[in-house]
């Protein structure tokens, strides 16, 4: 809804500790957000992993960077 979600509560997820990798999009693409629907192609995970100068191993949890919440 408007006011936010009415089930399934991210509150309700126990924590995870993993490595994690983070792939900012967003900044890849020299933008703040990306435009509500854009695509994210192939391409641009790939930029968006140079750009972070990191690897992704197995194992990883890999968190994409829209710039929306």
């Known amino acids: 809804t408007r006011d936010g979600y009415r089930e ?10 993993q490595h994690a990798v983070i792939l900012d999009v967003a900044a890849a693409k020299g933008l703040d957000c990306l435009r509500p629907a854009e695509e994210i192609s192939v391409n641009d ?9 990191a690897e992704i191993r197995q194992g990883d ?3 994409i960077r829209t710039g929306w919440s």
């Open 45 to 53: 995970l790939e930029k968006a992993l140079a750009l972070s100068r």
């Open 61 to 63: 949890a890999v968190l």
């Open 8 to 17: 399934l509560n991210a509150a309700d997820i126990p924590p995870i500790f």
